[in-house]
């Protein structure tokens, strides 16, 4: 099981596909780990090198002490790309992995060679809604947060199709590492990218979910008129929709990326 000691924080981090192939990396979604992303890495993996990791806080990586930020979250990947001898690569990122990847196209734009920005916004949520959260995390655990965020995660359609999916994502949920998913909490509350968006030249595909609550299509096209380079592409699915939207989602990215 492979893992990068970083300067403050061990990533535990998986590599599919061909050695010598082009580097694309996911992101995940805050609450979840890098099994969030099987559908995509069994496809892109057949022409990608792709790498998948568990932000600090969550999975099997280290959950130094809290609170974090985006900026925290975008060095750990730049420090795992330069541990794993990677350049440049194609970043996808979905709701804080999107944050990550706005961090990434406005700091160090050098190491990407395309961005795609999934079920995100520039600003997500409002200050109380995250203290609320982080207060509730600390106090009750892991638990009592899931079933709300799993309504806004999958639609009501969606969740009785397939309630197997749903209920594994459910569990990953719930044994999220509550201080580790505070630290992250805090990263999103505080990150706000809505007048650093038109810096971004990097070529940005933006994925939003006709149905999603939590970072809406509004948001999702509204990122997508700020970059200049980049294409819209909208889903019927909710939050997180590389699940919901699988096939589709699958073929969108790989599509952007063969451009």
């Known amino acids: 099981m492979p893992f990068a ?29 890098l099994t969030m992303w099987d559908a995509q890495a069994a496809e892109m993996a057949k022409t990608f090198r792709v790498l998948r990791y568990d932000k600090r806080g969550h999975g099997q990586s280290s959950a130094p002490p809290g609170p974090y930020s985006i900026a925290h979250l975008g060095r750990d990947a730049l420090a795992l790309l330069d541990f794993l001898h990677f350049d440049q690569v194609d970043f996808c990122g979905l709701s804080i992995g999107g944050q990550t990847g706005m961090w990434l196209g406005t700091n160090a734009p050098e190491r990407l060679k395309k961005l795609i920005l999934s079920n995100t916004a ?21 638990k009592v947060v899931a079933p709300a965020v799993i309504e806004r995660w999958f639609t009501p359609g969606f969740r009785a199709k397939e309630s197997g999916t749903v209920s594994k994502i459910q569990r990953m949920l719930e044994s999220a590492n509550p201080e580790g998913y505070a630290g992250c909490c805090a990263a999103v509350r505080d990150f706000d990218a809505r007048e650093k968006l038109g ?7 933006v994925i939003a979910g ?32 590389n699940i919901e939207a699988r096939e589709v989602f699958t073929a969108e990215i790989r599509k952007f990326l063969a451009a």
């Open 210 to 241: 006709t149905h999603d609550p939590a970072t809406t299509a509004i948001e999702g096209r509204w990122i997508a008129q700020q970059i200049r380079e980049s294409k819209y592409a909208e889903l019927d699915a909710a939050h997180l929709s």
């Open 5 to 33: 000691d970083l300067k403050d924080a061990r990533i535990h981090y998986q590599l599919a596909g061909p050695e010598h192939a082009a580097v694309l990396i996911f992101s995940n979604s805050l609450g979840a780990d």
């Open 122 to 142: 520039a600003k997500i949520g409002t200050n109380d809604g995250w203290n609320q959260r982080i207060d509730t995390v600390r106090k009750e655990g892991m």
């Open 199 to 205: 810096g971004i030249r990097t070529p940005t595909l």
